[in-house]
């Protein structure tokens, strides 16, 4: 667990955050801490701690519009496995952990003034530890879609539910689903 707790600083500084500038409370770029349940439909369901970085590298497509640069990091343990829902003997508990680290595009979708969808695809590398989730293979596509809220004081949070497969390019592909609550504050 330790370990974990490095990665998540070290990713943290790693990620220059620009948020002092004004710009970005209005372009919506910056760091979002997330916290959930990776792999909520199956056993090996797992806690998930993740940064998100918004940039602020646009990309014009067409049909598409206007596409922004992200970068995630998410973090993921089951420690005895506490969020089992059948009763194991203590003999059968056992520590998962993973790790995903993915790039990729986000289109904004305002709603209203407060209320904004972002729809996301990313590709990135996941890897497990100890009895952690096997996906597969290392290299896994993520479809993420999110519902924010930003408060008058800019405060922003909102809910992700996401989708990470390896398109069944590995020897297996059992996917995972994913919802996170996520939640940034501008100075």
């Given at each position: ?8 600083f070290?990713?943290i ?6 948020n ?5 409370i ?7 801490i ?7 439909k199956?056993?090996?369901?797992m806690?998930?701690?993740g940064?998100?970085k ?9 049909y598409?519009?206007e596409?922004t ?6 973090l993921?343990?089951d420690?005895d496995?506490?969020?089992t ?21 986000q289109?904004?979708l305002d ?5 904004f ?17 096997d996906m597969?293979?290392?290299?896994e ?6 519902l ?16 990470i ?17 996520g939640?940034?504050?501008n100075?």
């Amino acid at each position: 667990m330790k370990i974990f707790i490095k990665i998540f600083f070290l990713a943290i500084f790693i990620f220059p955050n620009s948020n002092a500038d004004a710009n970005n409370i209005m372009n919506d770029t910056g760091k979002f801490i997330k916290f959930g349940v990776f792999d909520f439909k199956h056993q090996t369901d797992m806690f998930a701690l993740g940064v998100k970085k918004v940039t602020n590298n646009n990309i014009e497509l067409p049909y598409l519009g206007e596409l922004t640069q992200i970068y995630d990091l998410i973090l993921m343990t089951d420690l005895d496995e506490s969020l089992t829902h059948d009763n194991q003997s203590d003999t059968n508990k056992r520590e998962e952990y993973g790790i995903y680290f993915s790039s990729g595009l986000q289109k904004k979708l305002d709603l209203s003034e407060k209320l904004f969808f972002l729809p996301s695809f990313s590709i990135g590398f996941y890897n497990e530890f100890d009895q952690g989730k096997d996906m597969g293979f290392p290299i896994e596509f993520k479809s993420e879609i999110e519902l924010n809220f930003k408060s008058s004081n800019n405060f922003i949070y909102g809910v992700t539910y996401s989708h990470i497969s390896n398109a069944d390019i590995g020897s297996k592909n059992p996917g995972s689903d994913s919802i996170l609550i996520g939640f940034r504050y501008n100075k």
